[in-house]
T-cell receptor, first 116, second 113 residues
Framework: GAVVSQHPSWVICKSGTSVKIECRSL??????MFWYRQFPKQSLMLMAT?????????EQGVEKDKFLINHASLTLSTLTVTSAHPEDSSFYIC????????????FGPGTRLTVL | GENVEQHPSTLSVQEGDSAVIKCTYS??????FPWYKQELGKRPQLIID?????GEKKDQRIAVTLNKTAKHFSLHITETQPEDSAVYFC????????????FGKGTSLLVTP
């Protein structure tokens, strides 16, 4: 149980284009989903927290107009990287928890984004 | 916000030896402390976690200790095996932040045969 999937697993795009990454909880309802970014040989950095039906809460330094997060259902959250640039190339990982007061998170497999 | 420090950044041990990784946190409201193992290009894998109402937890070769007063927690791996080689991350979270995880910088563990 508690499986989280992400799609796509990897994507290559041209600079200036937008890319959408999907995060799905397959066998549970995820009230809260988190988006993390991980640069090579670095740690995971929280980008934003999204609760179903609410606007996402972004961490300081993360541009909400550049990284659009939508959590329209209890099983799906999407991250859209708008006007992507090479510096946005990174490993994007989502996670989900069952309730708003639940500490355990289940991670997706990650999406490797390369912007040319 | 929460700040999690992790040491060492790299650790090399011989197979069969023990490995210890230490983390400190800054927010006294943190009450959930998971440890993750991450292999290259893969998702973090939860290996053990501890909550603030417990001082120690063990699962076979892996144990975690928590000292709330000193705000530090440690991962102990005994009888290390080559397949334990990976990057290990500690993390801390608080209910106030919806349990969003603040990660340490990671420890690259190498177990040599």
């Amino acid at each position: 149980g508690a499986v989280v999937s992400q799609h796509p697993s990897w994507v290559i795009c041209k600079s200036g284009t937008s890319v959408k990454i999907e995060c799905r909880s397959l066998d549970f309802q995820a009230t809260t989903m988190f988006w993390y970014r991980q640069f090579p040989k670095q740690s995971l950095m929280l980008m934003a927290t999204s609760n179903e039906g609410s606007k996402a809460t972004y961490e300081q330094g993360v541009e909400k107009d550049k990284f659009l997060i939508n959590h329209a259902s209890l099983t799906l959250s999407t991250l859209t990287v708008t006007s992507a640039h090479p510096e946005d190339s990174s490993f994007y990982i989502c996670s989900a928890s069952v309730g708003r007061s639940t500490d355990t998170q289940y991670f997706g497999p990650g999406t490797r984004l390369t912007v040319l | 916000g929460e700040n999690v420090e992790q040491h060492p950044s790299t650790l090399s041990v011989q197979e069969g030896d023990s490995a210890v990784i230490k983390c400190t946190y800054s927010d006294s409201a943190s009450n959930y402390f998971p440890w993750y193992k991450q292999e290259l290009g893969k998702r973090p894998q939860l290996i053990i976690d501890i909550r603030s109402n417990v001082g120690e937890k063990k699962d076979q070769r892996i144990a975690v200790t928590l000292n709330k007063t000193a705000k530090h927690f440690s991962l102990h791996i005994t009888e290390t095996q080559p397949e334990d080689s990976a990057v290990y991350f500690c993390a801390a979270s608080t209910p106030n932040s919806g349990y969003a995880l603040n990660f340490g910088k990671g420890t690259s563990l190498l177990v040599t045969p």
